[in-house]
């Protein structure tokens, strides 16, 4: 006979997802469980022996504790799964678990099995779901990314939102392996030189490879008492700055005024900025290493404005 209050609150605690054999163990006959899982039955299939006791599409919660409960006990989500959990947007419709390497697993469906002798020490929980913590997340998505944009972004971000610091990447990245980390090595040690998003990574690789003079990244900017601005890249000796304008931080027209305003504090000062979007930097880097070029050009021999820079930290 069914276990009836067992089985409702194993279904409470695990987001309504449920193991072949965990419906058993609460006494459900198989015929009971094949019966639910027929066309217009109460249940579905979303991995093997992996079931949703509910109708309709799977939730992204429902989708990670099946994937847990089909990769094992002590698997943990990393990768875009467990950085969605830590509030960061990324897009990916795959999940990705880490196993203990001795476990024999499949990928199957959404889910993308890790098996690891590096399996994370400390972990976070928000009900079933067991995830890592962002550092190993970040570095675990970067090896499966395929391009230094979309590892850029992730990690800049990472960083900049407080979710992990350089020093939790860089001792993922020692620890971690080697294979596949290029990209991954590339981006910290942009982001550790003060790049705070992926554009400005870009904009500090297009600098480089342009010969130009490195800026200041994220600097302070003040006159006198006053906080002028923090430019995405500043040349202290000849007065100019370069901002990166990006789609997504310039929708509103709030977002839009705050630039304008900080534009305006500056030229009122004496700084000559520049302004570029990470189309331009990407798909017209001549022309934006000539801009700039001709910038820091035109302002040399004269004297700076008397501008106090404070570094990033």
Not at 48 to 72: E, I, K, S
Not at 81 to 100: C, E, F, K, N
Not at 223 to 244: F, N, Q
Request: glycine share 8%; hydrophobic share 40%; charged share 20%.
């Amino acid at each position: 006979m069914a276990d009836q209050l067992a089985l409702s609150q194993l279904l409470t605690r695990q987001n309504l997802v449920i193991t072949r054999q965990q419906a058993l163990d609460c006494g459900l006959h198989y015929d009971v469980v094949h019966r639910r899982l027929r066309a217009g039955g109460q249940w579905q299939r979303i991995l093997p022996g992996v079931y949703l006791t509910v109708t309709g599409t799977p939730t992204p919660d429902q989708r990670d504790t099946a994937a847990l409960l089909y990769a094992g006990p002590g698997s943990t989500l990393t990768g875009a799964a467990a950085l969605r959990r830590h509030g960061m947007r990324i897009q990916s419709d795959s999940v990705d678990v880490l196993v203990p390497a001795s476990r024999q697993r499949q990928n199957v469906g959404y889910v993308v099995v890790h098996r690891t002798s590096r399996l994370p020490p400390l972990v976070c929980y928000v009900g079933p779901v067991q995830y890592a913590l962002a550092a190993r997340a970040v570095a675990d998505a970067a090896l499966g990314l395929r391009e230094l944009r979309d590892v850029r972004a992730v990690v800049a971000a990472a960083v900049q939102s407080g979710r992990c610091t350089v020093e939790q990447l860089a001792a993922e990245l020692k620890s971690g392996p080697v294979r596949g980390s290029a990209l991954f090595r590339v981006a910290l040690a942009e982001v550790a030189d003060g790049a705070w998003s992926g554009p400005e990574a870009e904009l500090l690789d297009l600098i480089k490879r342009g010969r130009l003079p490195t800026p200041l990244l994220n600097a302070r900017l003040f006159a006198g008492d006053e906080l002028l601005a923090r430019p995405d890249a500043w040349w202290p000796d000849v007065g100019v700055a370069v901002e990166v304008d990006s789609k997504e931080w310039h929708l509103s027209p709030e977002s839009w005024e705050r630039t304008m305003r900080r534009h305006a504090r500056m030229t009122a000062r004496g700084i000559l900025v520049l302004h570029f979007t990470p189309r331009q930097i990407r798909k017209e880097p001549d022309d934006v290493l000539a801009t700039i070029r001709q910038a820091l050009s035109g302002r040399r021999g004269q004297p700076a404005p008397p501008i106090r820079t404070v570094l990033a930290t």
